[in-house]
């Protein structure tokens, strides 16, 4: 991916002149003719380097290099000053801009700036990097993650582990439900008994039953022996009953007996027996939903969620991007041969990707991109989902018709379409929505102002 730069001046030459210079060094280069403009261009996209004029009409450089730092700190700036205005170039400084360039200047000094504030930024990137591995025992029994969702949910592991109550763990696929799960068994007092996990939905119905509370010989045609379920299996420990809402409600009714009542039969069996399980369970359905719908017993659904536990997808806490990306390079056989594990356009990148797949697909990717590189992970061996326009219905052709065209407003009737369709699609949920359509909320909310399809909520 190009180095990406914005350049804002009010001066048409100023701004041709720059961009010329950049493109031929290879970056990728918007400008705006003010800070108004400007400001909805870093509010859109993440720039590597802005560099903007000081003086101009209508709001200064100095006031969108103050919104710079708050939006997009990371971003380098660099700002042109007068060249007799030596206190606009230290109250800039102050700022955090990066260096200040009075005009007039020589091309080649202006040339090394800019390569030096980028270097300069690629090494931050690095020592953040670096800190952050220092710090990789932010994690709770194989669950990494130093967010503060995620410093939460450990907490609230750690509380429900010593109790003996059922927990539902919720959150979409690829999110941790049954490192969750396994985390709880470990720190509670039942982490010497066994651990036993089952997918519900990967039953077939018929044999559910036995699979949990086992049968005895000649109960049904291929019952050969007698034969113990999970339930035994699990005996003194945990047990998970993933993708709970798969089970079908006849044996709904029967788990909701054997949890009432702590013991069960084996099918075909008279001997009850005790059950001494804690039990959790797991899915990415919207169990109220179905208890409304009638797929869900609502008395199952109240006696299995007494602690309830949301996993958070991996794009409400991209913090913690780096930091699973250090544990996969790691564990999935990355061999790096310096400090650096991966290149700063490649981490931005991976922070940009919404992740639908949440911690899944993060390892996933990490994976195959080892496959290309073992060394380092850059942006070339990613694959195409981060790389190009996802999700684009547009085919290769173009055309242009031979009296020229208005390309703005069919753009902007475009994207207009898209945020309906991701409003319509998420029933409003404009949190989900801007997810969707893999952009920042705060970017979502600011497109919808803009069309005027802004109403009340999140
Ligand atoms: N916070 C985390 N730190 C490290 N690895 C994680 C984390 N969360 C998930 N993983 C890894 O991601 C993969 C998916 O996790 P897991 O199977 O627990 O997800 P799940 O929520 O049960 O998904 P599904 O709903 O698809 O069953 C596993 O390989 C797991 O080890
Ligand atoms: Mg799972």
Request: aromatic share 4%; charged share 20%.
């Given at each position: 991916m190009k180095?990406?730069?914005?350049?804002?001046?009010?001066?048409?030459?100023?701004?041709?002149?720059?961009?010329?210079?950049?493109?031929?060094?290879?970056?990728?280069?918007?400008?705006?003719?003010?800070?108004e403009l400007a400001l909805a261009k870093i509010r859109d996209a993440v720039f590597d380097l802005v560099i903007s004029d000081v003086n101009m009409p209508g709001l200064s450089g100095i006031e969108l290099l103050r919104e710079i730092k708050q939006v997009?700190?990371?971003?380098?700036?660099?700002?042109?000053?007068?060249?007799?205005?030596?206190?606009?170039?230290?109250e800039a400084m102050k700022l955090g801009a990066y260096d200040y360039i009075p005009k007039p200047f020589k091309i080649d000094e202006v040339k090394l700036l800019i390569k030096q504030a980028l270097e300069k930024r690629d090494l931050k990137w690095e020592n953040r990097l670096l800190k952050q591995q220092v710090q990789s025992h932010d994690s709770f029994c194989g669950i990494i993650g130093?967010?503060?969702?995620?410093?939460?949910?450990?907490?609230?592991?750690?509380?429900?582990?010593?109790?003996?109550?059922?927990?539902?763990?919720?959150?979409?696929?690829?999110?941790?439900?049954?490192?969750?799960?396994r985390a709880i068994h470990e720190k509670s007092q039942r982490r010497s008994k066994p651990f036993v996990a089952v997918n519900c939905g990967a039953i077939p119905e018929t044999l559910i039953e036995s699979e949990l509370f086992g049968h005895k010989k000649g109960a049904f045609t291929g019952a050969v022996s007698d034969r113990a379920g999970l339930f035994e299996q699990a005996e003194g420990g945990t047990l998970l009953l993933d993708e709970i809402g798969e089970l079908p409600l006849l044996l709904q009714t029967k788990l909701l007996r054997v949890l009432q009542e702590r013991e069960f039969r084996r099918v075909g069996d008279a001997v009850t027996r005790k059950a001494d399980i804690r039990l959790l369970t797991a899915t990415n359905r919207d169990l109220q939903d179905q208890v409304k719908n009638g797929s869900f017993r609502e008395d199952l659904y109240y006696r299995i969620n007494v602690v309830q536990i949301t996993m958070p997808p991996l794009r409400e806490r991209v913090e913690d991007i780096p930091l699973l990306v250090e544990h996969f390079f790691k564990t999935l056989g990355g061999t790096a041969t310096s400090s650096t594990f991966i290149t700063p356009a490649a981490l931005k990148l991976l922070m940009n990707?919404?992740?639908?797949?949440?911690?899944?697909?993060?390892?996933?990717?990490?994976e195959r991109s080892l496959i290309l590189d073992q060394t380092l992970l850059s942006e070339h061996s990613l694959p195409p989902q981060l790389t190009i326009g996802r999700g684009c219905c547009?085919?290769?052709?173009?055309?242009?018709?031979?009296?020229?065209?208005?390309?703005?407003?069919?753009?902007?009737?475009?994207e207009k379409k898209y945020l309906q369709k991701a409003l319509e699609k998420t029933g409003g949920a404009k949190k989900k929505a801007a997810a969707l359509l893999g952009m920042t909320f705060r970017s979502f909310r600011y497109r919808l102002a803009k069309f005027g399809l802004d109403c009340e909520g999140e």
């Open positions: 180095t990406s730069v914005l350049i804002v001046d009010d001066e048409l030459s100023m701004r041709e002149f720059l961009t010329i210079l950049l493109e031929r060094e290879g970056y990728g280069v918007q400008s705006a003719a003010n800070v997009a700190p990371e971003t380098v700036v660099l700002m042109i000053t007068a060249f007799s205005a030596a206190e606009q170039a230290v130093q967010s503060p969702k995620m410093r939460e949910l450990f907490s609230l592991l750690q509380k429900v582990a010593s109790s003996n109550s059922s927990v539902l763990i919720l959150g979409e696929s690829g999110t941790g439900k049954e490192l969750a799960a990707y919404p992740f639908p797949g949440n911690i899944r697909e993060l390892e996933n990717i990490i547009l085919g290769d052709e173009v055309d242009i018709p031979e009296e020229g065209m208005s390309l703005e407003p069919l753009l902007e009737n475009l």
